[in-house]
């Protein structure tokens, strides 16, 4: 298996599923590193998907799933900065500025 990565947004206080890379073909999205914190720029959102978002920024949070050949599944789960969450409409683009990281394999926390 090559190396896959997927990204989903999640309502922080319901757990609800707002946003998936996994199962939304038209989704896309770019990762990358800014200053201390985390940049998740998104395109392929449907208006009502984008509008609960911004509905919603205060409470977000961001995961991104990697899964590489022959190791276990990664998750990092990102702490949304709900005023930098934003909509360029002209761009259809979302940006999701992320202040904090946590990394860990989620086998870790199941018993056998």
Do not use: C
């Amino acid at each position: 298996m090559a190396q896959q990565e997927w990204f989903m947004v999640k309502h922080g206080v319901t757990g609800r599923g707002l946003a998936n890379s996994k199962t939304d073909a038209a989704l896309s999205y770019r990762f990358q590193k800014e200053g201390s914190g985390y940049v998740f720029t998104v395109t392929g959102l449907n208006e009502q998907t984008i509008a609960k978002i911004i509905e919603l920024k205060q409470e977000l949070n961001v995961f991104r799933f990697v899964q590489r050949k022959d190791r276990p599944l990664t998750k990092h789960w990102y702490y949304v900065d709900g005023d930098r969450v934003t909509y360029d409409q002209d761009r259809h683009t979302l940006t999701i500025y992320a202040k904090s990281e946590i990394e860990y394999m989620p086998d870790d926390y199941f018993a056998d």
